[in-house]
């Protein structure tokens, strides 16, 4: 596993993505930034210890012989454990989403637990793999975005009122009424999206949290995931992100682009596997 590009970045104090790699991984982790104000855990929002301690454990976690599950198993096992010690248990416990890949043999396995994209070349054209619980998960609250602002309601009004929605989404995550993410919810694991491809040497794969993958959706910066691949592998990654940024700030109240959070972090890894 040979990493020819990382880019992370983020407005706020503490980034809420992760990415890790090992010779056998990689993966991306993106924190969900609360939706009201809640205390530091060490020192960092909840959303941001999450994917950065996961980040760590995955880095030791053992792998071999073992399914994606069951490492999802663990992780998730070892995350409650330490959570606990900072008295996160229950609904208090941040969640985040997670893509991982891993090199088994003459194959690649992507495992997916949320909302972040991974892009592999899969006999020379690139194949978009994503959790797909999550595929249009936002469509029906950004179409309802889309229709208040288009009758006028100021901005501010109606993102306030989605607010509602967004909460109830979050209070039904890792239950059999919404959706399955990474958490402290051990049940989470079964619900894993795997894909496995052919992977021969130097296979390019590319990772990525919503953040960046915006430059796609809902931005149209790139026109689709086979032209967002061909400016990250051409070296681009660094100027896409540029442009979303601002793109990002020409419209700071997400009217013309609407969308949940004027920024977001964005992390991309481009990998040889």
Not at 107 to 123: A, K, M, P, Q, Y
Not at 134 to 143: I, P, S, V
Not at 173 to 185: F, T, V
Not at 212 to 222: E, Q, Y
Request: aromatic share 6%.
């Amino acid at each position: 596993m040979r990493v020819r590009e990382a880019i992370s970045a983020s407005f706020k104090s503490s980034n809420e993505d992760a990415y890790g790699s090992r010779d056998d991984g990689l993966w991306v982790i993106d924190g969900a930034t609360p939706l009201d104000e809640a205390p530091l855990v060490a020192g960092v929002s909840p959303a941001a210890w999450l994917s950065h301690t996961a980040s760590e454990i995955l880095r030791d976690l053992p792998w071999v012989g073992r399914s994606l599950p069951d490492v999802m198993r663990s992780l998730i096992g070892q995350l409650a454990d330490q959570g606990a010690a900072y008295g996160l248990a229950g609904r208090e416990f941040p969640t985040a989403a997670i893509s991982l890949v891993r090199r088994m043999g003459d194959r690649v396995e992507v495992c997916s637990l949320g909302d972040c994209t991974v892009l592999i070349d899969v006999e020379g054209k690139p194949i978009e793999v994503m959790d797909p619980q999550f595929e249009g998960a936002e469509d029906a609250a950004l179409a309802w975005v889309h229709d208040r602002l288009d009758r006028g309601v100021a901005a501010a009004t109606v993102y306030q009122e989605i607010r509602v929605q967004l909460h109830q989404r979050r209070l039904e995550r890792n239950s059999p009424a919404g959706l399955w993410i990474l958490a402290a919810a051990p049940e989470a694991a079964r619900h894993v999206a795997i894909d496995s491809f052919p992977a021969p040497p130097d296979t390019n794969v590319v990772l990525m949290s919503d953040g960046f993958a915006r430059a796609l959706w809902p931005f149209g910066l790139v026109g689709d995931a086979g032209e967002l691949w061909d400016r990250i592998v051409a070296g681009g990654a660094a100027q896409l992100l540029a442009e979303l940024r601002a793109a990002e700030a020409a419209d700071p109240d997400c009217v013309r682009t609407p969308r949940f959070g004027a920024h977001d972090d964005a992390t991309m890894v481009w990998a040889e596997i």
